[in-house]
């Protein structure tokens, strides 16, 4: 699925070998600055020169939000593929029927009220702003999905839920989270991160049970 | 440090070599005072600016309400159409499209139309939509590359170019776009002002015959009321007054667009030539008609080298020496509108010197023009002086905002001090790409200048259209509009320099 061989990105990403198969569940661990959002990023335009281009839920950690339209349509920007322009144009102006049911539930799932669907996005708090963003990733209904810690401005409760989603719809899953719990709970693989390199790259556990590898989890933060 | 000490050289000897060449042109360019006793002249004008007075009601209502109309219909049209064509900015053939139809004034414009169309409404609305048409485009174009490219990012490549820009780009821009239509709606009063010199019934010509018929009383007053029209209209294009009950302008514009074609004068009957007429047969030399390719390259050599250069000489001529002067006055009048040289939160000098810079940035250069020939006479000087002017109350109300925006120390230096050592050297940078930007359209205008008969291009083309030589006035129109395409490229390659 993603292979990258002795990448190097000038100072940011340093040596990185890894490949990662269709169907794991990978997360992305590290300090700030460390080269997630670089890694993803490569991941991301790599694939996108490829031809499972158009297979992958990308989900930026600036969410990519259009500030004045409202979280509908900015929900709705991931399935533009699947209409014509016209289609497209008649539901910015008017919320379509179909769209709108789907929309409202996946909002619902998302913990979203309904209401503020409607509202432009630039009157949106950061954790709403956060969710409107993931839900036009899962509208985007792939089997592979990535994201730049998606759940970071939520809850505890919330983002376990909402994880859970993306879990749930997703085979294939790269995800750069800060929260080691959330990491070890729900993904069945860890790479970590730190300067640029990677510091491990093991089965999440490999990480519970050997006592090595949980030190290089720690020493990820010192 | 480094890098900012070669900028310091590279703007130093930018301004060095353009005032070097100012200089140079001096000697060539025709700077005689013709008129001998131009205070007779002056001392009635300016008795009839303390004693304005107003034309027939009618009148008056008439060509104001004209005025508005044909800027409103051409702005809303250019536009949509420049909304249309920035989609598709990134095929060559449209931006050459684009750039040749901006390059051509507004008043060029007008009389090619007026051959098809006559003094007529079409003529007046075309004239300003489509040059508008090529500006929108091309600026549109531009804020929408300025937008953060994240949200087409998490888009499907597969999504059509259409969907992407009505639901990515063109909301991001959105904001920057209404002001930029708004301030362009502006500028089209102004154009729709001067489209009355070559006969439109808008406020220009009642303006023009007023000051031709020595009624300076009239005239000011006409002046007053162009200056209350511009300065009104954020107070008729919001409704802010109405309080809570206020209209939105979604509304508002509409409705002012309905009551503009309303508005708009009943078209007399033409018997010019078809549009058909126009293209194919008017607009091209007999000797290329005829075939004769000895002829026609004879015609074409004549006309470039008896009419077109001398006129092209004169014309680059004047716009650089009004390009420097405006330079120069820019640097004298900013600091005295600037917060940051009279921070008083009611400073007279302040005040007044906005007020002067207002006035300077919305009298079209044309009526300058006009009122300096009246008192000095027909040559280079008065299209230098209201070319410089305008120019200058634009930049400097520019440059004045920028100054103010800047963080100073508490225990800055004050006066000349002040502004040599602290204030002039930090804005030196933005000054020269405003006068730079401004450079292309310094260049239209002293083109279109010669209309009233100061020897720049427009001066030839005007006559050519009056003796019916369509032929030369097209290409006359083209080798301005190439001039101007040129003096743009250039301009870029500097500013990318300093």
Redesign the interface.
């Known amino acids: 699925m993603f292979k990258l061989d002795h990448y190097q990105l000038d100072n940011r990403l340093n040596d990185i070998t890894l490949s990662i198969n269709a169907g794991e569940k990978v997360a992305l661990l590290g300090p700030s600055g460390g080269g997630k959002t670089s890694l993803l990023n490569v991941l991301?335009q790599q694939s996108?020169e490829k031809t499972c281009?158009?297979q992958i839920a990308?989900?930026?950690q600036?969410?990519?939000?259009?500030?004045?339209?409202s979280g509908y349509?900015n929900i709705?920007?991931?399935?533009?593929?699947q209409?014509?322009?016209l289609y497209?144009?008649a539901n910015?102006i008017k919320p379509l029927a179909q769209p709108k049911q789907a929309i409202i539930e996946l909002s619902l799932e998302l913990g979203l009220d309904s209401e503020l669907l409607w509202k432009s996005v630039a009157q949106l708090s950061g954790g709403q702003r956060q969710r409107i963003?993931i839900g036009?990733?899962l509208f985007?209904q792939q089997d592979v999905f990535l994201g730049d810690e998606p759940v970071s401005s939520l809850d505890p409760v919330q983002a376990q839920k909402i994880l859970q989603l993306i879990l749930n719809r997703h085979s294939t899953i790269v995800l750069a989270l800060h929260n080691r719990k959330q990491a070890l709970e729900n993904f069945n693989r860890i790479i970590g991160i730190k300067a640029g390199k990677i510091v491990f790259d093991s089965p999440t556990k490999e990480l519970i049970n050997n006592k090595y590898q949980a030190g290089l989890l720690d020493s990820l933060y010192d | 440090m480094i890098n900012s000490l070669v900028n310091m050289k590279s703007s130093r000897n930018t301004s060095l070599a353009f005032l070097i060449v100012a200089l140079l042109c001096i000697p060539f360019a025709d700077l005689v005072v013709y008129q001998v006793e131009p205070w007779d002249e002056l001392a009635r004008m300016g008795q009839g600016l303390l004693q304005p007075s107003l034309p027939e009601f009618s009148i008056l209502a008439d060509s104001l309400m004209i005025t508005v109309a044909f800027a409103l219909i051409a702005v809303s049209g250019a536009a949509l159409i420049g909304l249309l064509l920035a989609l598709v900015f990134h095929f060559r053939a449209v931006r050459i499209f684009c750039a040749s139809i901006r390059a051509v004034h507004e008043l060029f414009w007008g009389l090619i139309f007026m051959q098809i169309y006559g003094l007529s409404a079409t003529t007046g609305v075309l004239a300003i939509l489509v040059p508008f048409s090529g500006i929108f485009a091309k600026m549109f174009a531009e804020i929408i590359e300025q937008q953060s490219s994240v949200p087409h990012s998490t888009l499907s490549s597969r999504s059509d170019r259409f969907s992407r820009y009505f639901y990515s780009w063109l909301p991001q821009a959105w904001p920057q776009m209404v002001s930029y239509t708004r301030y362009r709606f502006e500028c089209a009063l102004r154009s729709s002002t001067i489209l009355g010199f070559i006969g439109l019934p808008t406020l220009g010509f009642y303006l023009e015959t007023a000051f031709k018929q020595g009624q300076y009383d009239e005239a000011a007053g006409l002046l007053f009321s162009f200056f209350l029209l511009i300065a009104s209209i954020r107070w008729w294009l919001h409704l802010p007054w109405l309080g809570r009950k206020w209209i939105p302008s979604y509304v508002l514009v509409p409705l002012y667009l309905v009551l503009a074609i309303l508005a708009l004068p009943a078209s007399p009957q033409v018997y010019g030539s078809s549009l058909g007429q126009f293209f194919t047969d008017d607009i091209w030399p007999r000797a290329v008609l005829n075939g004769g390719i000895v002829a026609s390259f004879q015609w074409y050599q004549h006309q470039l080298l008896d009419v077109a250069l001398p006129a092209l000489w004169d014309t680059l001529l004047l716009s650089q020496l009004a390009l420097v002067l405006t330079a120069i006055l820019v640097l004298v009048f900013y600091p005295w509108a600037s917060k940051a040289f009279f921070p008083k939160p009611l400073s007279f000098m302040r005040g007044f010197s906005r007020t002067v810079l207002l006035v300077l940035r919305s009298v079209p250069e044309m009526i300058f023009a006009f009122v300096f020939l009246l008192i000095l006479g027909p040559s280079g000087i008065p299209a230098v002086l209201a070319l410089a002017l305008h120019n200058a109350g634009l930049i400097s109300y520019l440059l004045m905002r920028h100054s103010e925006q800047l963080n100073y120390r508490s225990d800055h230096a004050t006066g000349l001090n002040h502004y040599f050592y602290d204030v002039t050297p930090r804005v030196y940078p933005h000054f020269l790409s405003l006068l730079l930007y401004r450079w292309e359209v310094i260049i239209r205008e002293s083109a279109i200048l010669g209309i009233l008969g100061i020897t720049t291009l427009g001066f030839y083309i005007d006559s050519a259209f009056e003796d019916i030589r369509f032929d030369r006035a097209l290409f006359l129109i083209v080798i301005a509009a190439l001039l101007n395409i040129a003096v743009d490229s250039f301009s870029r390659r500097v500013r990318s320099r300093v």
């Open positions: 991301h996108s281009a158009d990308w989900c930026p600036e969410h990519g939000l259009v500030e004045s339209l349509h709705y920007m991931g399935q533009l593929e209409h014509n322009a497209n144009l910015l963003g036009r990733a985007r």
